[in-house]
């Protein structure tokens, strides 16, 4: 892992965020964001909790969680399962529509101005696309969600949960960003190159910022105690996961440009009669 890159990325992305171009580009990925799961939200929130209203009294599921939340002090939540579950399963889809809008509407944006402003000699290579970016997150994305369901009990766990669940969405994270952050600049062989010469530090980015997105996790959850306020506490969280993913992409976009110039540098001095494109 190297720290010395990591840091001097994070710095640069910290100095970045506070660019007026990347804080107005929060607005669109939140607006495209808000306005898909509004209408999810509207059509089918109920729905969902009727549902496991009903698979829980067909399954005795009510007993169970009060059973589970009783050993763990916690019975007082026993009347907000249903909207508890709801939440907790709706998270994940939250998130990862804020990741996949940042993939649509930020990332390229964020390449352009990072590339233009502090990689300007870099040669764009044009590596990756749009359908690829939407096929590498999804199909991602259902490598996480299947990991995560069978990986859920262990949740309950207290020390497995705070080393399993920042790891699974690092790994998400990283999957999901690095290609976007690559896309304009590197070819497909260039990419997978840096992928695993630098996955270590690629990956604890990924946990890092997964960790600053704890927080809207929190809030979204804290909506069962409030279900009137839901539309509003859900419009919050993705906006603040909007904020923190923009932050990423840039920390992404600075490292993996950074470790991308250095890796086309090492190679020429490997091989000098090769000379990059005019």
């Known amino acids: 892992m190297n720290m010395a890159s990591i840091m001097r990325a994070w710095g640069r992305a910290v100095a970045g965020q506070l660019h007026y171009r990347m804080l107005l580009l929060t607005f669109v990925p939140f607006l495209a964001a808000l306005m898909l799961w509004g209408a999810a939200m509207w059509w089918g929130l109920q729905s969902m909790m009727d549902f496991i209203q009903a698979w829980f009294g067909e399954h005795n599921g009510f007993q169970a969680a009060g059973s589970v939340l009783n050993m763990l002090g916690l019975i007082t939540f026993k009347t907000m399962v249903v909207p508890l579950v709801a939440m907790w399963v709706l998270l994940p889809l939250m998130i990862f529509t804020s990741l996949v809008c940042i993939a649509l509407f930020a990332m390229p944006a964020i390449s352009q101005h990072v590339g233009k402003r502090h990689y300007p ?9 749009l359908l690829g970016s939407l096929v590498h997150s999804f199909s991602s994305f259902g490598i996480f969600a299947l990991v995560w369901l069978l990986t859920l009990p262990l949740t309950l766990i207290p020390p ?3 080393i399993l669940q920042p790891f699974l969405w690092g790994w998400l994270t990283y999957r999901v960003m690095v290609y976007d952050a690559l896309a304009q600049h590197a070819d497909s062989e260039e990419r997978d190159a840096l992928i695993k010469q630098h996955r270590t530090s690629l990956l604890a980015i990924g946990i890092i910022a997964g960790l600053f997105g704890a927080a809207p996790g929190l809030l979204w959850l804290g909506g069962v105690l409030a279900v009137l306020f839901l539309p509003v506490i859900a ?7 909007v904020l923190v993913f923009v932050f990423t992409g840039l920390w992404f976009q600075h490292y993996c440009l950074d470790a991308l110039q250095e890796q086309r540098q ?3 001095l490997e091989n000098p009669q090769e ?3 005019a």
């Open 266 to 268: 090492q190679q020429q």
């Open 275 to 277: 000379q990059p494109a």
């Open 160 to 162: 497995i949960s705070l």
């Open 235 to 241: 419009a919050v969280a993705i906006w603040i996961y």
């Open 121 to 129: 000699a870099l040669e764009q290579k044009n590596g990756g696309s």
